[in-house]
């Protein structure tokens, strides 16, 4: 079976990319360095030609144009994605996103998602929430002279390295034509994970809870990140997978 990852040079790409070739499977890792670019169009149809499953764990390479990327790139895959007959249309989305809409980040993941979903290809959504690897990012994309300001909301984090793990399951398994929503198997308030991180790190930026300062341009005070009934739990607790990764980075 052919299987394309758009995507497939970044954080989860990378993963899943290794997982389903572990098992054999023929992997194309679509990337604009690989010569597969979602947003032209460009080696799309002869990557996808013979393929049965595709999964777009792609990002938008500029933050502030994600809504004109997920709406292109998304247009362009179902097209190609239509015409090489593929059977399983998986996108990796977030936890929350039909929620969360007056972000712009999460209304381009929404659209990503609806067209998909009216795609009339074989889909599944896989929501995840917030990767352990993104704690660090959101402690600096949220700090003021010096000081961490994060939003007390509800999260449950997972590891990059889980959701590649269920990203590989889906992909060898029949469309649901729904969502699955993953999750990490503990819940914190924002605030307190990313303190423990930094302090695990060894970084001394004081972290303060401000319910004023919204995530990503909306104001989430609740548990709208966190799944009330995830579909899959991953294992890896917080703690194992910092003392993983930094074994990982000692042996690099
Ligand atoms: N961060 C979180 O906590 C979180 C939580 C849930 C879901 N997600 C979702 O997870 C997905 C993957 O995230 P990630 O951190 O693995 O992303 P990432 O490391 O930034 O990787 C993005 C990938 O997209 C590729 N790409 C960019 N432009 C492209 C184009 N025009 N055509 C084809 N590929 C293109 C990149 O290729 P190059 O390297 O060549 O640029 C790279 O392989 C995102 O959609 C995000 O919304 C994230």
Sequence with gaps: MK???IGGTGMIGTQLVSNLRLHHYEVIAAAPANGINSV????????????EVIVDVSNAPVYNESLQFFE??????????RKAGVKHYIVLSIVGTPQLTESNYFRAKANQESI????????????????????GTLADLYTQEGIIHLTPATVQPISSADVAFELAKTALSAPLNGIKNIAGPERF????????????????????????????????????????FPDWVAAQTFDSWFAESSAKSLNA
């Design 72 to 81: 292109t790139s998304g247009n362009n895959l179902v097209e190609a994605a």
């Design 189 to 228: 308030i924002l605030p307190e994970i990313v303190a423990r991180y930094l302090q695990k790190i060894g970084d001394s930026r004081k972290v303060i809870t401000d319910d004023k300062i919204g995530y990503d341009g909306v104001f989430v005070n609740d548990a709208r990140l966190s799944p009330e």
């Design 116 to 135: 998909v979903r009216n795609s009339g290809i074989p889909y599944t959504i896989v929501r995840a929430t917030q990767f352990f690897e993104f704690l």
């Design 3 to 5: 299987i394309i990852v």
């Design 40 to 51: 032209t169009g460009e080696g799309l149809a002869d990557a996808l030609s013979g393929a």
